[in-house]
């Protein structure tokens, strides 16, 4: 398995942190592009088209990027942004394309009933996992991480809700 794919694996499982990231401008980029593409990927899945995914992706990233650094900052860790970037951007990866498969799985007939219990799962273990390296970078509680991850969460959609056109909406026009 190569190095940095099972660093974001190690991540995932609680073993490593953002601090064992490299702090590297072009890990960066390239780990923000496969979490990119990969999310994109999920949104053409949901039937979003490719003008509003895209969109919303860039949003995501961007709103991400700055509440992480407006959170380290107020911390006093801004030195930290780059490696927990990484750290998300890597774990977040992982996570999308686990969750593309399951979508795939999850639309084969007779399945689709799990779907809902999918997306909770998904959720949580989003929390969870960027919580985890919200609250290694910031030096706080799981707690802690877990809410900022939380308040992430709510901010991109909140974000995307205003700029982006979902399919059904595009459809009743």
Do not use: C
Request: proline share 3%; charged share 10%; no cysteine.
């Amino acid at each position: 398995m190569p190095a940095f794919l099972q660093l974001f694996f190690d991540i995932a499982f609680w073993r490593k942190g953002p601090q064992d990231v490299p702090a590297s401008a072009s890990v960066l980029a390239i780990t923000a592009a496969s979490y990119a593409l990969i999310s994109f990927a999920q949104l053409l899945q949901l039937k979003v088209d490719a003008a509003n995914s895209l969109l919303q992706v860039a949003l995501h990233v961007g709103v991400v990027s700055a509440m992480v650094a407006i959170f380290l900052a107020i911390a006093g860790k801004s030195t930290r942004w780059l490696q927990t970037m990484i750290a998300l951007t890597g774990v977040g990866a992982l996570l999308s394309i686990a969750d593309l498969a399951m979508m795939f799985v999850l639309s084969m007939p007779g399945i689709s009933i799990l779907l809902s219990s999918w997306q909770l799962l998904t959720v949580v273990l989003v929390l969870l996992l960027f919580g985890r390296i919200l609250q290694q970078a910031l030096e706080s509680g799981l707690g802690m991480g877990m809410a900022l991850a939380f308040a992430i969460l709510v901010a991109s959609e909140s974000v995307s809700s205003v700029f982006v056109e979902i399919a059904p909406q595009a459809a009743a026009k």
